[in-house]
């Protein structure tokens, strides 16, 4: 759960607004969410099929196991089982030293062996959390609220059903390639209190996830899918209500949405006297309601069994520790760093530590820098640079601009060659070609004004074409200088020192004064 700051002007949730619109008592929200992702391996969970499916065409990347053919026998993925240790070590789980897999029965059609390989009683993490931060718009935090992690499983993904309609009516393709992919379910702790908290919190697992390179956490591509639990009971029952499940969201704002509008349906029939029926519902995204699918199944309707055709996980105290050295810095631990090592704003240590690439794309500019060198490298990657990037939809690491020469770039403000704006102005061609910074400057003579006389001629133009900017400031009107700021540094093609600019000014206009 995340503790919502209600001054921060973050609107109360839908449940609550409801109960108090209809006069109904308070009622209080559980949700727990099971987050699906596809891991990035190179090949499929049981079998050597390539698992990179993304622009495939239908039934192209199977073989007899992923098939489900008889008498096939399935092999583990070793680089899957490590992924899901990593992200279990990084969540903050117990790495049990046996683990095995399970058969998960259902007849679903688009379930080829009419079961799943999957983990049930014994899986490979249990018992971890996650800390979901809630941060205002400066990146400083408001709270820190701990939603536990139930367990994180591995299993295989299911065929992709394809609903069509031709001339004699609906029909369904099935495409094969998606079967037998490796897929990890993280199961949270029903500790979240309302939509809102629903999606920081999934917005934070994405970005860990991503982090890891674990997964790409691409809702859109289906790499990642989140089925949600929701109950509803009156303030002051221990108990939790009787849980709904919703599926078949496919953004964090349907999740949202979803989850909201099941928070009123089911805080109205409870606030009638009604009773909540435990059921799965599924989202439809164009009417924004929840309809009811089947009655929700328990564990025994899976008829779960010990998998025959694969061996138990076994793992060492040492073997644990070799995963848990391979875990990166985490985001939060790198965010704090960077405050502290480069004296970062909070909000730029945010920004910098939205992806792993980014931040260690800084860390390579940063290193050597003052704190200041360091803030205005900062401030060039989170702003221009990121919006260079997008406008050619391009990521931080297909960039000409290298690190080194972002902070050469840097280096020559701090040693005074070239001003802030000369810098700022020459980003969109040293990302678009490569070249050194200090070369472009030398080359076309860029370098800051150093002629006294020159610098104070363009002052002295500026002060005699603007008299009411002059009156204003002898008036007291400290603002008046920006008036003459732009003439001036029109005049000395850019490359006047500000402070310098700045001083003159002042002198000149001061001599005025009293005069």
């Known amino acids: 759960m995340v503790s ?19 006069g109904m008592p308070d009622y209080l929200t559980t949700i727990g969410l099971e987050v699906h992702a596809q891991l990035l391996t190179d090949s499929k969970m049981f079998c050597g099929c390539s698992a990179s499916i993304a622009y495939a065409p239908p039934n192209t990347h199977v073989c007899p196991i992923c098939m489900g ?60 959390f996650l800390d979901v931060e809630t941060l205002d718009e400066r990146g400083n935090s408001l709270s820190v609220t701990r939603v536990g992690i139930n367990r994180v499983h591995l299993e295989e993904d299911t065929a992709r059903l394809l609903h069509r309609t031709g001339p004699d009516g609906p029909y369904t393709l099935m495409d094969v390639n998606r079967s037998g992919l490796p897929l990890m379910e993280i199961v949270s702790a029903p500790d979240i209190e309302s939509p809102e908290e629903a999606q920081l919190y999934l917005t934070q697992m994405r970005h860990l996830l991503r982090w890891l390179g674990v997964s790409t956490g691409n809702m859109e591509e289906g790499a990642l899918r989140v089925d949600a639990n929701v109950s509803v009971r009156p303030k002051g029952q221990t108990a939790l209500g009787t849980k709904v499940e919703v599926k078949n969201m496919n953004s964090f704002k349907a999740v949202r949405a979803a989850l909201q509008y099941e928070v009123e349906r089911q805080t109205a029939i409870l606030g009638n006297g009604g009773r909540i029926a435990q059921e799965t519902r ?8 929840t309809v009811s699918q089947r009655s929700k199944e328990e564990a025994h ?9 694969l061996p138990p996980l076994t793992f060492t105290s040492a073997e644990i520790e070799q995963f848990r050295s391979q875990l990166p810095e985490l985001p939060e631990a790198r965010r704090e760093r960077f405050i502290q090592q480069f004296g970062l704003s909070p909000y730029d240590a945010g920004q910098l530590t939205a992806s792993r690439e980014t931040s260690e794309y800084f860390e390579q500019v940063a290193q050597g820098l003052s704190h200041d060198g360091a803030r205005l490298a900062a401030a060039f990657v989170v702003n221009d640079l ?22 050469e770039l840097v280096e020559l403000v701090e040693g005074g060659t070239i001003n802030r704006n000369i810098a700022k102005g020459l980003l969109p061609e040293l990302a678009g070609t490569g070249q050194a910074p200090a070369l472009v400057v030398a080359t ?37 200088l920006a008036a003459f700021i732009g003439p001036i540094m029109k005049a000395t093609r850019g490359q006047a020192d500000a402070n310098a600019v700045r001083e003159l000014l002042k002198r000149k206009l001061e001599a005025k004064r009293n005069t």
């Open 386 to 407: 990121a919006n260079l990037l997008s406008e050619g939809s391009a990521d931080i690491g297909e960039s000409k601009l290298t690190p080194a020469h972002l902070r």
């Open 4 to 22: 919502i700051n209600r001054a921060a002007g973050v609107p109360e949730t839908t449940a609550e607004a409801s109960s108090n619109r209809m």
């Open 301 to 309: 309707d899976y008829r779960y069994f010990p998998e025959p055709d």
């Open 69 to 128: 053919m008889p008498g096939t026998l399935p092999a583990i993925n070793a680089e899957a089982v490590r992924k899901i240790v990593l992200t279990g070590l990084a969540l903050h789980c117990r790495i049990p030293h046996f683990s095995k897999f399970d058969r998960k029965n259902y007849p679903y059609p688009d379930l080829v062996k009419g079961y799943q390989i999957s983990q049930y009683d014994l899986p490979l993490c249990v018992d971890g």
């Open 444 to 480: 076309r003579g860029l370098a800051t004004m150093r002629d006294d006389a020159a610098l104070e001629k363009a002052v002295d133009e500026a002060i005699s074409a603007n008299a009411k900017a002059v009156d204003d400031y002898l008036g007291g009107k400290e603002s008046a």
């Open 282 to 289: 599924g989202w439809v995204e164009d009417r924004g309601v």
